[in-house]
């Protein structure tokens, strides 16, 4: 692999270990990613790697001296040009089916394959805080999100606020969060590891520590934090919502609950019915109900009328 050697640098930035990035990924999709940037630039060297060499070659046979190559009369030459149109042509067309080869596998709607059902998760970006509800089980967090390990994720993602965007670098991919409008993202991780995720999008003076860690968790280890979350004794009913989705930060809920700013606000039951609340608050015509299909249908209801 020596066309691998010139990505060395870019390596180096990943080996902080931190498992923020998607070039030390920690799921299929991240992976895929990071194989497809790699290859990418590989190619890509076909044309950078000589164009860097032939530069300072060019100038230093041209340069001004007596004894320099001086070569006012220029030809036409038919294998120059098709060395230098012809090279990033085919290069084009080879980066082409790359990316489009990946684009299906990388759809974020796409479900991830497995012999597992897909974790429910549904999201509601806050200014300036992440909400997390995991309707199967009844119990939502802030700040925290846990998943199982080698089992899909499936996220439903709205925003009560500006448009957000969603990340965790690690696992691979981005999504828009937008009010009156649900998106959907599907993830998953193969080993365990503490996740950094984001809001990626600019949207006022909070958003800089608008991060979450993602624990990804074995199983049996998500099962004991789903079991300690139960434990909470606090409820996210439309009260407790009114209160998280004050704008501010994560650590100005602390005031209002008592919890560890490093574990996470977690509530041990939740509104079943909040998620939904949440998106039809934006909608000009929330009788139309079910607002899930709203993308697939085209049917596209945004928060601006
Ligand atoms: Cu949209």
Redesign the pocket.
């Known amino acids: 692999m020596g066309r691998l050697a010139a990505l060395a640098p870019v390596l180096l930035l990943a080996g902080c270990g931190s498992g923020i990035s998607f070039l030390d990924p920690h799921g299929p999709v991240a992976a895929t990613q990071r194989d497809l940037l790699f290859q990418v630039t590989g190619w890509m060297m076909i044309v950078v790697l000589p164009a860097i060499f032939l530069v300072p070659f060019v100038a230093w046979r041209f340069r001004r001296r007596r004894n320099a190559t001086y070569r006012p009369n220029w030809r036409f030459s038919w294998p120059l040009e098709i060395l230098v149109w012809g090279v990033p042509i085919i290069l084009v067309c080879i980066l082409a089916s790359l990316v489009l080869g990946k684009a299906r596998a990388l759809d974020p709607y796409a479900p991830i394959p497995s012999d597992l059902p897909p974790l429910e998760v549904e999201v509601v970006g806050l200014d300036y805080k992440w909400l997390f509800i995991y309707p199967e089980q009844n119990i939502a967090s802030v700040g925290v999100m846990a998943v199982p390990v080698d089992r899909p994720v499936h996220f439903r993602l709205t925003s009560d606020t500006v448009m957000q965007s969603f990340m965790i670098p690690a696992l691979g991919s981005q999504i828009?969060a937008?009010a009156g409008?649900v998106?959907e993202l599907n993830l998953m991780a193969d080993r365990p590891g503490v996740l950094m995720g984001q809001n990626t999008q600019f949207n006022g003076f909070g958003f800089q520590d608008q991060k979450f860690d993602t624990l990804a968790l074995p199983q049996a280890e998500f099962d004991r934090w789903i079991a300690a979350a139960r434990t909470a004794g606090r409820s996210l009913d439309q009260g407790a919502y009114a209160l998280v989705s004050q704008k501010g930060k994560l650590a100005d809920l602390r005031s209002r609950f008592d919890f560890d700013p490093q574990k996470g606000l977690i509530f041990s039951t939740v509104d079943p019915d909040l998620f939904g609340t949440v998106v039809s608050r934006y909608r000009a015509h929330a009788d139309h109900g079910n607002t899930a299909s709203d993308?697939a249908t085209g049917e596209?209801h945004?928060a601006d009328h």
């Open positions: 828009y937008m409008m998106t993308h596209h945004h």
